[in-house]
């Protein structure tokens, strides 16, 4: 008897939920989840054949959210012909030397993410610091949405109007208001703020320039707007879901 409440007793001393080492995460996701990872960084993740990948993980700038790194790119870099294109379009972009300035998954590993376990919402953010706290001083100049509609929102999109869960273009917010997003093969994911006051909720941005680009694209840009403040700001899209405590 005494010997089976000792352990019992040490049985109670183990942690409720202990990490699975084993798991082979497809996104960082999956590396919160069941690996129990809790500062922000590097790290290597697996496609849905097995291959490992690489990518940047954000687990601290908007907890309960895991986010998974798809595409950063300066301004500079994003208005390149080559790299201004749909997530339709496959262009791998330092897979080897993973860098806020050009980064880009390729298109089998993106779709890998956006079907994993835990993959709900799409986000794009600015400037987002991977070197120094969570990441995020604020929301300022950031979107998130639901990714109920797949890959599709972030590959053809032609002014439909997509809810979005909040949006904040320099100070200026809503929640749960829709948003016209334009993306094809030629020109990358992005809203018109033009047209977004015009169609869709109607929010009324202000202080916009004639036919501004945010979140991508920069055919037309505002350096007001932070991820087009100058030509190294940078513009960054992650797939995410919020996990389980």
């Known amino acids: 008897m005494v010997k089976i409440w000792s352990l019992f007793a040490i049985v109670a001393l183990l942690p409720l939920v202990m990490p699975n080492t084993h798991h082979k995460p497809k996104s960082c996701y999956e590396v919160k989840q069941f690996l129990k990872a809790t500062e922000n960084?590097?790290?290597t993740l697996y496609d849905a054949n097995g291959n490992p990948f690489r990518s940047f993980c954000d687990f601290e700038s908007e907890p309960p959210f895991a986010w998974t790194l798809i595409e950063s790119m300066t301004l500079e870099n994003a208005q390149?012909?080559?790299?201004?294109?749909?997530?339709?379009?496959?262009i791998p972009l330092g897979?080897?030397?993973?860098?806020?300035?050009?980064?880009?998954?390729?298109s089998h590993h993106m779709s890998s993410v956006l079907s994993s376990y835990g993959s709900t919402h799409y986000r794009s953010t600015c400037n987002f610091n991977i070197i120094e706290g969570t990441g995020?001083?604020?929301?300022?100049d950031y979107i998130?949405?639901?990714?109920?509609?797949?890959?599709?929102?972030?590959?053809?999109?032609?002014?439909?109007c997509v809810e979005v869960d909040y949006i904040n273009i320099r100070g200026q917010s809503c929640r749960k208001c829709q948003m016209p997003f334009?993306?094809?093969?030629?020109?990358?994911?992005?809203?018109d703020l033009s047209g977004a006051t015009t169609t869709c909720s109607r929010f009324g941005f202000t202080n916009f320039v004639a036919n501004e680009d945010v979140f991508g694209y920069y055919n037309s840009h505002n350096p007001t707007f932070?991820?087009?403040?100058?030509k190294n700001?940078?513009?960054a899209w992650w797939i995410g879901g919020a996990y389980a405590e």
Do not use: D, W
């Open 80 to 90: 390149k012909a080559q790299h201004n294109k749909g997530f339709s379009v496959n």
């Open 233 to 235: 700001s940078t513009t």
């Open 41 to 43: 960084g590097f790290f």
């Open 136 to 140: 995020l001083a604020n929301r300022r």
């Open 144 to 160: 998130r949405f639901s990714a109920c509609r797949g890959a599709s929102t972030l590959s053809n999109i032609n002014g439909g």
């Open 182 to 191: 334009y993306a094809s093969s030629s020109y990358h994911l992005h809203i």
């Open 226 to 230: 932070s991820c087009t403040a100058n």
């Open 95 to 106: 897979e080897c030397h993973t860098s806020m300035s050009l980064f880009r998954l390729p």
